[in-house]
C-alpha cells in the first residue's frame, strides 16, 4: 500500500469515528444545558411500559410458547404437524434471525410433541441454527444442490441438481407423517402438488397460513414492551435530528443528517444492548438512514432517486428512520418546513398534522379499518387536498424485515380492528408541482381505550417550523 493510499484510509477512518463522536457530543450539550429539542418531547401517561434494559430481544420460552399456542389452533383444524417456509412464519415462531433467499428453508413442528422443531436447511446456516432452539437440522449444501455433493465433508459431486422439495418430503416420510395431515404456510403450486402425491400421496397438506398472520398481527405485552422501548429510542434520535438541522442549518445535506441521526442512534442503542458478538444477541436492530431527503424530493411518496440535497431555505425537509430493537419497533418519520414557509406549505402540514390526530382518535377496538380511512381521506378533500392524495393513511406494522402487514387502514379493507394490533400513520400529502410532500410516521398502538402513538415527537409547529 502506497503513502498516499494509507494516509487517505487513515483520515476516512479518522471522519467516520469523530462523527460518531461529534453526533453523541452534540446530544450531550443539549441535555447538559436542560435544553435542546429533548426538552419539547411530549410525555403520554397512555404509553405502555417499555421493555427493562437487559431485554433487548425476547427470549426462547416466549416464541416456545407462541408455537405450542398455534399447536392448539392447528390440532384444532385436524392438523398433525406444522410445515413453515416463510421467512416471516420462521422467524417468529423460532425465534432464529435468519432469512433464507434463494436458499428454500423449512421448519418442522409435530403437534403433539412439545417444544421440538426439526429444520430443513441450507448448509450456510447451520451454526445458526444448532446454536439456537433445534432438536434436529437436516441440511443440503447450497443452492442449488448437486445429489450427494458435501464439500464441507469431503464429498464432491456435481452436475443434477437435486429437487429439494422431493428430499423435504422424503424427511417427512422418515418422521412418520406420510399419511398426516400437515398444515403448511403455504399453498402448494401444482408442481409440489404432482411431486407430493408421488411421494406421499395419502398425506393431506391444509393452508393454515392465515392462522399464523392472525397470531402475529395481535402484538402480545411483550412485544408491545419491546416496541415501546424502541420508540424510546426514536423520541432521542429525532431530537438529536432536528438539534443537527439547527446546528448545521444550510450547510448540511440531506445525506449528511441521514448519517449523522444513524450513527448516533445506533451508538445509543448499543450502549444498552448486551452483546458479545456471538449469534442471537444484538439481533434484529435498525436505525436506517437512506431516506431522509430535502426538496423536492420530498414530493414523491416512492422515490427513485438519490437523496444528496442541501438544507435550503424556503423547502421541506423529511426526516424518515426505521427504528427496531430486537426485531420490534416501526417507522418514524417527521417533517419539517424551514423558514420562509408558503402559505400552502402550512396548510398542507396542518391538514396532515390533524389527519394524524383523527388516525388516532378514530382507530378503536372494533372500528372497520375502511371507516378510518374514510375518515381521514374525507377531512383531506374538504380541505381541498385531494390532488395531492396518493395511498392509504397506515398499514399493519410487521416484526423483524415483514415490515408492512394486514389489516390496512385503506378503503378497500373491512377487517374489524382489535386491540393489540399497530398501524403505520401515514395520511401523507404529496404536491410534485411546488415540491413539497408532508408524510409523517409512527406507531399507532390499539389498546382497550382506543388508538396510542407510542413516539413522543409531537405534531406541533414549534416542533416542525424551524429557522436556520
Same mark, same amino acid.
Given at each position: ?30 441535555? $447538559? ?8 418531547? #411530549?410525555k403520554n401517561p397512555e404509553h405502555p411500559e417499555p421493555a427493562a434494559l437487559g431485554i433487548d430481544r425476547l427470549p426462547l420460552s416466549w416464541y416456545q410458547n407462541r408455537v405450542r399456542q398455534l399447536k392448539e389452533k392447528a390440532a384444532a383444524l385436524g392438523v398433525d404437524a406444522i410445515l413453515f417456509k416463510t421467512d416471516a412464519n420462521i422467524v417468529y415462531f423460532s425465534g432464529c434471525f435468519r432469512s433464507g433467499g434463494e436458499r428454500p428453508t ?138 443537527? #438541522? ?24 448499543? $450502549?444498552? #444492548? ?30 427513485? %432517486? ?43 402540514? %396542518? #391538514? ?22 374514510? $375518515? ?9 387536498? %385531494? ?62 381505550k382506543g388508538g396510542v402513538l407510542l413516539s413522543s415527537v409531537p405534531y406541533s409547529k414549534e416542533w416542525s417550523f424551524l429557522k436556520v
Amino acid at each position: 500500500m502506497n503513502l498516499s493510499r494509507r494516509l487517505f484510509i487513515r483520515a476516512m477512518g479518522l471522519g467516520l469515528a469523530g462523527a460518531g463522536m461529534a453526533a453523541e457530543n452534540l446530544a450531550r450539550q443539549q441535555r $447538559k444545558s436542560g435544553g435542546g429539542s429533548e426538552a419539547l418531547l #411530549v410525555k403520554n401517561p397512555e404509553h405502555p411500559e417499555p421493555a427493562a434494559l437487559g431485554i433487548d430481544r425476547l427470549p426462547l420460552s416466549w416464541y416456545q410458547n407462541r408455537v405450542r399456542q398455534l399447536k392448539e389452533k392447528a390440532a384444532a383444524l385436524g392438523v398433525d404437524a406444522i410445515l413453515f417456509k416463510t421467512d416471516a412464519n420462521i422467524v417468529y415462531f423460532s425465534g432464529c434471525f435468519r432469512s433464507g433467499g434463494e436458499r428454500p428453508t423449512w421448519v418442522l413442528f409435530p403437534v403433539k410433541e412439545r417444544d421440538t422443531i426439526y429444520w430443513y436447511s441450507p448448509g450456510i446456516d447451520r451454526d445458526l441454527i444448532a446454536s439456537w432452539w433445534s432438536t434436529e437440522n437436516e441440511y443440503y449444501f447450497c443452492y442449488p444442490h448437486a445429489e450427494g455433493g458435501f464439500p464441507n465433508r469431503g464429498i464432491l459431486a456435481k452436475g443434477k441438481p437435486a429437487d429439494l422439495f422431493a428430499w423435504l418430503l422424503e424427511g417427512l416420510k422418515k418422521r412418520g407423517l406420510a399419511e398426516k395431515t400437515i398444515g403448511t404456510d403455504w399453498t402448494l403450486d401444482p408442481a409440489q402438488r404432482k411431486t407430493a402425491a408421488g411421494l406421499l400421496p395419502k398425506a393431506r397438506f391444509l393452508d393454515i397460513g392465515s392462522t399464523c398472520l392472525g397470531m402475529r398481527i395481535i402484538k402480545t405485552p411483550d412485544e408491545i414492551a419491546l416496541t415501546q422501548r424502541a420508540y424510546r429510542y426514536f423520541d432521542k434520535i429525532h431530537a438529536f435530528a432536528r438539534d443537527y #438541522v439547527l446546528e448545521r442549518g444550510t450547510e448540511a445535506t440531506d445525506f449528511e443528517i441521514g448519517q449523522a441521526l444513524q450513527a448516533y442512534g445506533i451508538g445509543l442503542m448499543m $450502549k444498552d #444492548v448486551q452483546s458479545d458478538g456471538r449469534p442471537h444477541k444484538g439481533v434484529g436492530i435498525e436505525v436506517t438512514s437512506h431516506y431522509v431527503r430535502a426538496g423536492v424530493a420530498s414530493a414523491y411518496p416512492h422515490p427513485n %432517486q438519490f437523496f444528496y440535497h442541501r438544507v435550503r431555505r424556503g423547502e421541506p425537509l423529511y426526516i424518515n428512520t426505521d427504528i427496531k430493537l430486537g426485531g420490534y419497533g416501526g417507522e418514524g418519520y417527521r417533517n419539517y418546513l424551514i423558514a420562509p414557509w408558503t402559505a400552502h406549505q402550512e396548510k398542507m402540514w %396542518q #391538514v396532515v398534522a390533524d389527519s394524524v390526530r383523527i388516525m388516532a382518535e378514530e382507530a378503536k377496538a372494533g372500528r372497520a379499518c375502511c371507516d378510518v380511512a374514510y $375518515k381521514v381521506h374525507e377531512y383531506q378533500i374538504k380541505n381541498g387536498m %385531494q390532488n395531492f392524495i396518493y395511498h392509504r393513511p397506515g398499514h399493519g406494522q410487521g416484526q423483524v424485515e415483514e415490515g408492512h402487514q394486514p389489516p390496512f387502514l385503506s378503503l378497500g379493507d373491512e377487517t374489524e380492528i382489535q386491540e393489540g394490533m399497530m398501524f403505520s400513520v401515514e395520511p401523507g400529502l404529496f404536491d410534485e408541482k411546488n415540491g413539497i410532500g408532508i408524510n409523517p410516521s409512527d406507531n399507532l398502538l390499539i389498546t382497550k381505550k382506543g388508538g396510542v402513538l407510542l413516539s413522543s415527537v409531537p405534531y406541533s409547529k414549534e416542533w416542525s417550523f424551524l429557522k436556520v
